[in-house]
């Protein structure tokens, strides 16, 4: 007996697919797919979201000190003119970040190796490279899913039947997290 489903498809399109499948069930919060595919992305994504709550505190925070440019108004970079050329002008800023531990860093990449990266563009400003903004779906893994799903053992996404899809007659559900 196969430990998973082969979907009929070839390993490399196969994996592909079972990880957009994963990114944008994270993304989104829920996908429509067929049966067979859900349940093989239930797996994967479940994995995925207890790794998330298992190391969801597992960092500490540092002060660190860094040089950051100064910006005027309008958000451009302030130059001054030094020895007869234009320098940008750099102020030092103290900030805090988090440092992961090492099993929360083996966590995250674990779930980067499986996670597709996703940009966000807002529908206002859609075709505008400048508007579209990167999304971290492994800080919405660790901070979000990980406190929202903290004092629950598994179970993290559901699957319901939604009916026969109208072209080949496949068994249709939502997959969405709980």
């Not at 990114?23 to 067929?34: C, D, F, M, R, S």
């Not at 994995?47 to 958000?75: H, P, Q, S, Y």
């Not at 750099?90 to 190796?113: G, Q």
């Amino acid at each position: 007996m196969a430990k998973y489903r082969k979907l009929g498809r070839t390993s490399d399109v196969r994996k592909a697919l079972l990880r957009s499948q994963v990114t944008a069930l994270i993304a989104n919060g829920k996908i429509v797919t067929t049966l067979a595919r859900a349940k093989e992305v239930q797996k994967i994504a479940d994995g995925l979201i207890a790794l998330g709550v298992k190391e969801k505190d597992n960092f500490e925070t540092v002060k660190v000190t860094a040089k950051v440019a100064v910006k005027d108004k309008d958000g451009k970079r302030v130059k001054e003119v030094v020895d007869g050329k234009k320098v940008t002008k750099y102020e030092t800023v103290e900030k805090e970040i988090k440092k992961d531990l090492p099993s929360r860093m083996n966590a995250r990449r674990k779930m980067v190796k499986v996670l597709y990266s996703v940009t966000e563009v807002p529908s206002t400003a859609a075709g505008k490279k400048k508007a579209t903004k990167e999304v971290d779906l492994v800080a919405k893994l660790f901070d979000e899913y990980g406190v929202k799903y903290a004092n629950r053992n598994g179970g993290y996404t559901r699957i319901v039947k939604i009916g026969q899809r109208k072209g080949d007659g496949a068994m249709e559900v939502v997959l969405e997290l709980v």
